[in-house]
Nanobody
Framework: QVQLVESGGGLVQPGGSLRLSCAAS????????MGWYRQTPGKQRELVAA???????AYADSVKGRFTISRDNAKNTVYLQMNSLKPEDTAVYYC?????????????WGQGTQVTVSA
């Protein structure tokens, strides 16, 4: 059973930066993709950035040019660098990884880390 543990959330002023980390309990090389999602109360969880095994990284339009997803395979860790933060970025951020076996998809989620952007 893979475990994902996020860290790095907190309170930051508008225009500030934070870096989130997602440490996996095992190798991340076998996942089809890893990414970051966020959720605010009453809304569906939305994709922020994803790092597929093959292909290009993907970003939500609202974070393009401000957020960067990266990975360190040796440390089994994925990062989300968030710059120029806005109040609307306030949310619980979740790390996700998924793998497939035939038609079956298995998703793994972290516990979430709160990001609050406020003056």
């Amino acid at each position: 059973q893979v475990q994902l543990v996020e860290s790095g959330g907190g309170l930051v002023q508008p225009g500030g930066s934070l870096r989130l980390s997602c440490a996996a309990s095992g190798s991340i090389l076998g996942f089809n993709a890893m990414g970051w999602y966020r959720q605010t109360p009453g809304k569906q969880r939305e994709l922020v950035a994803a790092f597929p095994r093959f292909g290009s990284t993907a970003y939500a339009d609202s974070v393009k040019g401000r957020f960067t997803i990266s990975r360190d395979n040796a440390k089994n860790t994925v990062y989300l660098q968030m710059n120029s933060l806005k109040p609307e970025d306030t949310a619980v951020y979740y790390c996700n990884a998924y793998s497939t076996a035939g038609r079956d998809r298995r998703d793994y989620w972290g516990q979430g880390t709160q990001v609050t952007v406020s003056a």
